[in-house]
């Protein structure tokens, strides 16, 4: 099974249900499936090759969805660009992965524009919200622009030949030395989860789940195919302001929604309508650890609601869930590993920890990604062969070694003990403080710096940049702080900036990230 054909299979069997609302907009499994192939067939016609890459720099809406089945039906490979990254993370992700063709709409375009002449693989750009585009400028002399319309009246076309160990999209994430990696998912990898969400959350196709999450996060992706799995509806929602969330999950009988842990910090502080108990089925969280305070107000707000807590990694998807009848018998777990999925505690060495030792957390399964896109290196760090493999076998088993320090029980639940690298976590996203600490210095205004994540009640982890003054200017965090706006999507923007004469150094002459860190636990939780 391929990643399209969660689609067009659910179209042959309920081809009236409604797929997608955006707003006043609904749109059934039927025409969804057929707007998809014609769109296909558009890409096919703009010059889409085999395994081609198309970015899709858009917000959340029916067509953004279109998009990504069309490209897989074509035989090419979507990559959702998130629409909250500016220009700067934008070059790195349509050079890196050489996009060949590119659908935005007229303000991103101009926004894109004084970057798109180094894009020298990008050869098409589409245009969602323009039905003519002859009067707009050329972005540059090797492109050409194309309304989405185009697309939908291209003749058929064959599209290309994939397996579901083919890739089917790249999904960018951020790494501990700067730039964001393109973790290859195969369709096999999508469809996999999608089965397995969808066997613990019982997903039925009276669901109606409310999509909040951007859909360049895998975990975002998924509210798109585990409810089109089972002919589920998905509203269509650009997150803006948390009470616009509960006032959507009243007025679109909301059954299912998934949430990090900033969100649900944040919902826990409204007051929930009693009508919404009566059918808000389930919520989910991943992204990091839900607050106990936090778990607790909501399950007083939601008393007839199912919470199920779990943790995952972009790398596979999704590792472990906690059952909500055992959130009382463990507290702090998260979870044992979830269906057609083995995972496991290990020491250095590759050998089983003990119930209660810590070690890394090791993922194997048909979810493990393909890697990172063209970067063997880094690959070779993540992407590991299973510990203890079968002796006899004669090419090794690939899994994902996560990174991140935990411990199992004697039952095999798992609970979260740390990371074992220097990667951020706010607003539920992972965030290398190398790709901020860059825009730091590049503003002129420090002379040293670094980013760490300081405990935050809402944000999970506030980001304080640590820095000295330049020579010769004034230390002023206003402007540094500015600076980052302009550069920076809003999520990886300093919440506090210190300047200091010196920074800590540890044995090995590095600033000491630990130390300040301790120093600053408090920063935010005394305000």
Known sequence: ML??????QRAELTPDATALVEKAQNISYGSLAENAERVANGLLHAGLKRHGRVGIYLPK????????FATAQAGGVFVPINPLLKVDQVRHILCDCNISILITSSDRLKMLTPILEESNDLRTIILVDREKVEELSMPASHQQLLPWQELLEASPTPPYRVIDTDMVTLLYTSGSTGKPKGVVIS???????????AEYLKVQAKDRILSVLPLSFDYGLNQITT?????????????????????????????GLAGVPPLWTQLAQFTWPAEITKHLRYITNSGGAMPKTTLDTLRKALPHTEIYLMYGLTEAFRSTWLPPDEIDLRPGSIGKAIPNAEVMVVREDGTPCAPHEPGELVHRGSLVALGYWNNPEKTARRFRPVPSQING????????????????????????????DDMLKSSGYRISPTEIEEVVYDSGLVGEAVAIGVPHPVLGQGIVVVATPAKGIEPCPKSLVAVCKGKLPSYMVPAEVIYQATLPRNANGKIDRKKLAAELEDLFLET
Do not use: C
């Open 393 to 420: 076998l004669p090419l090794p088993e690939i899994a994902v070694w996560s990174g991140d320090t935990a411990y199992m029980d004697e039952d095999g639940y798992f609970y979260f003990v740390g990371r074992q």
């Open 61 to 68: 809406s029916i067509r953004t969805v279109t998009a990504f």
């Open 227 to 255: 409810p089109f799995l089972k002919g589920a509806t998905v509203v269509l929602m650009n997150y803006l302001f948390p009470k616009e969330v509960i006032n959507q999950l009243e007025r679109q009988q909301i059954t």
């Open 3 to 8: 990643f399209h054909h969660i689609l067009t």
């Open 187 to 197: 369709h096999r990898n999508i469809v996999t989860g999608a089965y397995s969400v």
